[in-house]
């Protein structure tokens, strides 16, 4: 009797050892600049292999160019021939997706070849935008149609296809987008639907179906990311007008986030195989801070790593399956940083 109430006993030890180490989860932070000459870096997306991806340009932030950072080194893949560009995606080989300027000053979805930015064309109506890539190489974003509305895309092998959207109303005053895409080609985004007062609603649309999404109870939702074991995030409406990050399992059932403090919002950006998210959230004084949630709870990553950096992290847009975080960090001057969190 009393040796089983003792492995009892060390068994709970174990699970709330288990529990604490889960919670008191740390990370190492390395600051990794902006490319010479350029006075600031905002990254988007992180790979298996550690290469980040994002936007960078001088410190008044009048332009931006793409960029790429792998084994400590940026490697600068400029724009269509406008003032700015953003990389929003990087897969496992390297290749960005996101979006540019051209030399008429018009927004166009790309994916890069070596370091080189490709056009991959639009719905119709001269201009698009791109979210997310897998490692098939098939790019998901927002394209104007030729009647001026928006609808998300898929676009692979040369083809871009128009997703169609949730019942959105025609012309260009909605704004309806793809925001992620896993390795089987499950697409999630948002759309405005044909209620009465045209909410928006997440989708995930696979081999030309559309699913509308559900909410917290409130009006709307948003669907930003998609991870390999069907798992989604973005940011859903309760019934009291709040706004909070989600996972929805693979049934559609969504879970509550919860934010940093009561009564604020929080969004969820990016997540991983393991179920991990992060994302923005408002804390104390009005502010936003990164967060990551984890074994049941949002924590700010500003709790989390070492002190003395300088910097607030004010946004995780991705994580890889290594749990490895990129954040943008702001200094004291209001300039960003590019960041890696690495799981201690």
């Known amino acids: 009797m009393k040796s089983s109430n003792l492995v009892r006993f060390g068994l709970q030890l174990l699970v709330a050892a288990t529990a604490s180490l889960c919670f008191a989860q740390t990370y190492s932070m390395v ?4 490319p010479p000459g350029d006075g600031f870096a905002a990254p988007r997306a992180i790979n298996a292999a550690g290469q980040i991806t994002g936007a960078a340009g001088p410190a008044n932030g009048a332009k931006s160019g793409v960029f790429v950072y792998s084994n400590g080194k940026f490697t600068s893949l400029g724009t269509l021939g406008g003032n700015s560009g953003i990389g929003n995606a990087i897969n496992s080989s390297g290749q960005v997706s996101g979006y540019s300027t051209n030399y008429a000053g018009t927004y166009r979805a790309f994916i890069s070849k070596g370091d080189t930015l490709v056009d991959i064309g639009d719905l119709g109506g001269g201009s698009a935008v791109a979210y997310g890539i897998n490692d098939a190489g098939a790019v998901i974003g927002s394209a104007v149609t ?3 509305s928006n609808h998300p895309f898929l676009f692979y ?3 871009m296809i128009d997703l169609g959207t949730l019942g959105s109303p025609p012309g260009g005053s909605w ?9 089987a080609g499950v697409v999630v985004g948002y759309s405005y639907t044909n209620q009465n007062d045209a909410p928006f609603r997440g989708f995930a649309w696979f081999k030309g179906k559309m699913i509308e999404m559900g909410t917290l109870g409130g009006p709307y939702s948003q669907a930003f990311a998609i991870n390999n074991h069907m798992q989604i995030t973005g940011i859903a409406y ?3 007008g709040d706004a909070h990050a989600f996972i929805a399992d693979p049934s559609g059932k969504m879970k509550d986030l919860g934010s940093l403090v009561q009564y604020g919002a929080s969004w969820g950006f990016g997540i991983n195989d393991s179920g991990v998210v992060v994302g923005q959230a408002a804390a104390n004084g009005g502010t936003d801070h990164a967060f990551v949630y984890s074994g049941g709870k ?3 990553l500003n709790s989390l790593i070492p002190p003395g950096s300088g910097l607030t992290l004010i946004e995780a847009d991705g994580i890889n ?3 490895q975080i990129v ?5 004291s001057q209001g300039n960003d940083h590019a960041v890696v969190l690495t799981p201690q």
């Open 31 to 34: 600051d990794i600049g902006a």
């Open 146 to 148: 030729s009647d001026g």
């Open 157 to 159: 092998k040369g083809k």
């Open 175 to 183: 704004w309806n987008s793809a925001e992620g895409i896993n390795k």
């Open 238 to 240: 309760l019934a009291n």
């Open 298 to 300: 949002m924590q700010d």
């Open 321 to 323: 399956d290594a749990g």
């Open 327 to 331: 954040c943008t960090g702001e200094d």
